[in-house]
């Protein structure tokens, strides 16, 4: 299976996260969600696309859900885990 190459923190986002309080949020996802979020806003155009896909970053990891604009939870809170008292 080919892995897609890690891309470095660009400092913009690093100081929102940090701004924003949702530094620990960002790092508790799945690496795979770190890094797509990285490639997906680094590989942006224009700077309000760039802006544009940021703020959805974080909209979703202030949530605690969505990725990518798809539907995500954190692990221990899916329908059926059997771990969320359902």
């Given at each position: 299976?080919?892995?897609?190459?890690?891309?470095?923190?660009?400092?913009?986002?690093?100081?929102?996260?940090h701004?924003?309080?949702?530094?620990?949020?960002?790092?508790?996802?799945?690496?795979?969600?770190?890094?797509?979020?990285?490639?997906?806003?680094?590989?942006?155009?224009?700077?309000?696309?760039?802006?544009?896909?940021?703020?959805?970053?974080?909209?979703?990891?202030?949530?605690?859900?969505?990725?990518?604009?798809?539907?995500?939870?954190?692990?221990?809170?899916?329908?059926?885990?059997?771990?969320?008292?359902?």
């Open positions: 299976m080919a892995r897609r190459p890690r891309h470095p923190m660009p400092q913009d986002v690093e100081a929102l996260l701004e924003r309080g949702l530094r620990a949020a960002y790092d508790a996802r799945p690496p795979y969600q770190r890094n797509d979020w990285l490639i997906w806003i680094d590989g942006a155009k224009r700077p309000d696309t760039r802006a544009r896909r940021i703020e959805s970053m974080l909209v979703e990891l202030a949530a605690g859900e969505g990725y990518m604009g798809m539907a995500w939870k954190p692990r221990g809170t899916r329908r059926g885990s059997g771990q969320d008292g359902q």
